[in-house]
């Protein structure tokens, strides 16, 4: 079973820049498709982006442009770059990690970090 270990959360000033790493460990971290997600008080837990192991990565609309995720894979590394922080951006960042078999999401089998937080105030 894959384990995952957030790091990298903090207080910033809005306009700031922080880094978030996820690093991974005990199982097949190639066959993952690894994301963040996130969750601000009193609300539901989002996607903010995902990456393939081949490194094709999606965005939520909200950080295009502004958040880089970017992974290594001979590390078991994924890192999220977020530049140009605001209030909103606020939340418990949380790593997941979901196996493929095939092109296939093996079902019952993601894995989440233990989350990391992350405030955005001047």
């Known amino acids: 079973q894959l384990q995952l270990v957030e790091s990298g959360g903090g207080l910033v000033q809005p306009g700031g820049s922080l880094r978030l790493s996820c690093a991974a460990s005990g199982s097949q971290f190639i066959i993952y498709l690894v994301g963040w997600y996130r969750q601000a008080p009193g609300k539901q837990r989002e996607l903010v982006a995902t990456i393939t192991s081949g490194g094709s990565a999606n965005y939520a609309d909200f950080v295009k442009g502004r958040f880089s995720i970017t992974r290594d894979n001979a590390k078991e590394t994924v890192d999220l770059q977020m530049n140009s922080l605001k209030p909103d951006d606020t939340a418990v960042y949380y790593c997941?990690?979901?196996?493929?078999?095939?092109?296939?999401?093996?079902?019952?089998?993601?894995?989440w970090g233990q989350g990391t937080q992350v405030t955005v105030s001047s």
């Open positions: 997941n990690a979901k196996p493929y078999r095939a092109g296939t999401e093996v079902p019952g089998y993601d894995v």
